[in-house]
């Protein structure tokens, strides 16, 4: 049985998408989806952050976007931002 949970992604213009995600995808599998969503073009350039209060972070292709949200405790100032890398692709 496939259980899924409700992420929501951020945009640097300041909208956002709920997506249905898979409680085993990867952060890969979030931002394949956003991207596509949202119709991008030109997408290598773009990663998946994690928002966390005053800090963000790139998240590594493996994490689980399900197993984050869930250790945010429903704090409104953690959320995903999906924005153009400013560092060169791994």
Known sequence: MDKKKVIRVNFIDGSSKAFALDVTAT???LREIAVER???KEDGCF???EKRFEWERCL???ERPVDLQE???NSPS???LL???NFPQR
């Open 27 to 29: 952060a890969q599998q």
């Open 38 to 40: 949202i119709g991008m």
């Open 47 to 49: 990663a998946l952050f």
């Open 60 to 62: 590594e292709p493996e």
């Open 71 to 73: 250790s945010w405790n």
């Open 78 to 80: 953690c959320f995903f």
């Open 83 to 85: 924005k153009e890398e």
